[in-house]
């Protein structure tokens, strides 16, 4: 740097196990060694920078390598977070793809942190080149410009070493001079050399993690009490069996009607072939209707499953697409199907464009004898490819948007089941499962 630039600005230097959002300070600080050793391990930890004499800092840096994660956090004299940039490690462990990158612009000091009214702005990039940008201007919360970024845009970062990142907020906090670091006088004595961030109070920052399952197996439970946190108890009924789906070629294929158009499915699933039950969970629940005047008792259908074995599922994980990359997932984020129909589809694979053909021809063209209507259940339709046998069964979701798929396995890693939320996932208040009594699938 040239002696013009001055004697530049002293940021001081701290690390811990982790974050407090809510204090805006770390929790258990570490010694820079054992920063160091939890980084090269890929264990979570969070730098802060802050000028000395400042109550707030000026950066925090959130690492989980494990994760394939770094969060740059941003902040003002006020405390309120200005930025954040969501960097993700992906194939090539040299460089970050800049995944996400947020920023408001407080209008006043007086603006509360992530005001409605805050202007804001968002990019989103993925690493096949795909991206998109929104922008909030103040007073329009809801009206959202969307653009894809261009050429110019930078989607990759290069990986610094442990002690080479530079202090992102100075340059645009327009500091003087370059950045001097130095290690932080601590307030709450002697740091840790070792710890578990699962100690961390609920305040503290954790990595994002992607969308979790819950209790699926539960809402196939009779006498499961969940709520929907509108009415706030919902019984578990026995499941609706509407027939069998034959999937002769060993892939499932669930997906939406937006993949009609020779696409492939948006999510297949290998299981043995054979002819397997449909299912739906259904709640019941009584509420005060205002129009009848009365006391209402209804059945609703909350997920829709396709029963794989008798053998009930261990573990549950979200089936992803041939592009779905879980790296690049933020908090409670999901991959799945989408649709604008408010419809999906258990189906073979291996028969996907006859049976496709089929569906649209019955429910778009109206043709008879090509499709079979079901009533009185959230499947309602069923089309079957004659040469091969392979069968589709469409199944209505209470919206559009995007759908997870949730495959279930047994102790053995085989497919017990396969299902999708038809709306979220209720909040179970008490298992079906009698004391003492073993799991097993609903029939």
């Known amino acids: ?113 992530f005001d409605d009214e805050c202007p804001r702005s968002a990019l989103e990039l993925f690493p096949d080149g795909r991206g998109s940008i929104t922008q909030e201007p103040q007073g329009e919360r809801g009206r959202k410009l969307v653009t894809v970024p261009g050429p110019d845009i930078r989607r990759w970062e290069v990986r610094p070493g442990f002690e080479d990142w530079p202090v992102a907020a100075a340059r645009r906090r327009g500091l003087p001079g370059p950045v001097v670091l130095q290690a932080a006088a601590l307030d709450s004595g002697v740091p840790e050399t070792s710890g578990d961030v699962s100690e961390a109070p609920a305040t503290c920052w954790r990595p994002p993690r992607p969308a979790q399952p819950g209790p699926l197996d539960a809402l196939f439970r009779p006498g499961t009490r969940v709520t929907d946190g509108y009415h706030p108890e919902m019984t578990v009924v026995e499941p609706r069996q509407t027939g069998t789906l034959h999937v002769p070629s060993g892939l499932l294929a669930v997906s939406g009607p937006g993949n009609l158009s020779g696409q492939g499915p948006a999510i297949t699933v290998p299981v043995p072939p054979g002819e397997y039950v449909l299912e739906e969970a259904q709640v019941r ?133 396969v299902v999708v939320l038809v709306e979220g996932m209720p909040t179970v208040l008490h298992d079906g499962i009698a004391d003492g009594e073993e799991t097993a699938p609903a029939s």
Do not use: K
Not at 63 to 68: G, I, Q
Not at 390 to 408: R, S
């Open 1 to 113: 740097m040239g002696g013009d630039q001055g004697p530049g600005t002293v940021v001081e230097v701290a690390y811990a196990l982790a974050w407090d959002l809510e204090a805006r300070a770390l929790w258990r600080p570490l010694t820079a060694e054992a920063a160091r050793e939890r980084d090269v391990a890929g264990l979570p930890y969070v730098v802060m920078y802050r000028i000395p004499g400042r109550e707030f800092p000026l950066e925090v840096r959130l690492v989980s390598w494990r994760d394939h994660y770094v969060g740059l956090w941003a902040y003002d004299d006020q405390g309120r977070r200005t930025d954040e940039l969501d960097l993700r490690l992906l194939d090539d462990r040299s460089r970050l793809l800049r995944r996400r990158t947020r920023m408001w612009q407080y209008t006043g000091p007086e603006m509360a942190e």
């Open 285 to 417: 629940f009584g509420y005060h209707c205002e129009w009848s005047q009365g006391w209402v008792t209804r059945t609703d259908t909350t997920a829709v499953r396709l029963r794989i074995s008798e053998t009930p599922a261990l573990t549950w994980e979200m089936s992803l697409g041939p592009d779905d990359d879980p790296r690049l997932l933020g908090e409670n984020e999901i991959f799945g199907f989408d649709t604008d129909g408010a419809t999906g589809c258990f189906a073979d694979a291996g028969a996907w464009d006859s049976l496709h053909r089929l569906f649209e021809r019955h429910l778009v063209r109206g043709e008879s004898g090509v499709g079979q209507d079901i009533p009185d259940s959230m499947y309602f339709l069923r089309t079957r490819d004659e040469a091969s046998g392979g069968e589709l069964v469409a199944f209505a979701t209470t919206g559009d948007g995007t759908y997870p798929v949730w495959v279930g396995r047994s102790a053995d890693g085989d497919v017990a089941g």
